[in-house]
């Protein structure tokens, strides 16, 4: 039965998308069968494997998710795309209990083709959000290491203890991972002492540090492994693939 993680941060460019997209393909290059699931309209994670946005997306349709799901370069992994339809977004951010009932059925429908799915959420803890998280087994959260990063984390800890008493357990927190680390900066070295302070073993011992290739990678269509495999942002996610592996 696959793992099924949420990437979920109701902040912009604290490295969501980044990490949904290359812990993706770390479990896969490490032999997992893993499927990356685009449900933010800016369609990011869509772009940043080399593809293109679907017409529209497969999680609101009928037909079975298997149907739309696509391979990209990376062996092992498999992407189901994003759409940029305002229909399609305005369906996902007002979902109702009926379309968490079929997005949870689509995903539970692929549970035995993959190890590892990873479900790149917007920017937001809304009704979209809160849906792939009725849907999903765990909860990943990249944390920026700057001044607000705490704000607002609170109300998104909320929304996920909320679902999961809804789903009788079904959701726990896969970890707190901390990106856009500067060591040299005492501020860095702060958050990350508040951080694991207040939320404990949940945050992941390994870190994202600050990297120009992790940046200039998604504007080539390929993950950091195949733009810059010897890169300081590569080695990380190696190295976070390994705990996740390890945390199984």
Do not use: W
Request: aromatic share 6%; glycine share 8%.
């Amino acid at each position: 039965m696959a793992r099924i993680f949420s990437v979920v941060n109701q902040k912009g460019g604290v490295g969501k998308t980044t990490t949904s997209v290359n812990l993706s393909a770390a479990l896969a290059l490490a032999g997992n069968r893993t499927l990356l699931i685009d449900i933010d309209p800016q369609c990011n994670a869509t772009g940043a494997v080399g593809s293109e946005p679907a017409a529209k997306h497969a999680l609101l349709g009928d037909a079975p998710l298997s149907e739309s799901v696509i391979t990209t370069e990376t062996s092992n992994l498999s992407l189901l795309p994003g759409s940029r339809r305002f229909q399609d977004a305005d369906v996902m951010a007002n979902s109702d209990e009926h379309a968490t009932t079929k997005l949870r059925g689509h995903l539970d429908s692929v549970m035995d083709d993959y190890d590892y799915v990873l479900i790149d959420c917007p920017p937001s803890a809304g009704a979209m959000t809160e849906t792939a998280l009725t849907a999903s087994t765990e909860v990943l959260i990249p944390i920026q290491c700057e001044y607000f990063a705490m704000v607002g984390v609170a109300q998104l800890i909320g929304t996920i203890k909320k679902v999961i008493g809804a789903t009788d357990g079904r959701l726990t927190f896969g970890g707190i991972l901390l990106t856009m680390y500067d060591e040299s900066l005492e501020l860095t070295r702060e958050i990350d002492e508040d951080v694991r302070d207040f939320f404990g073993d949940i945050v992941f011992e390994n870190v994202v540090p600050r990297d120009v290739a992790l940046c200039e990678a998604p504007s080539h269509g390929q993950t950091v492994f195949q733009y810059a495999p010897r890169s300081r942002g590569a080695f990380a996610y190696t190295q976070l693939c390994m705990e996740v592996l390890q945390r199984d």
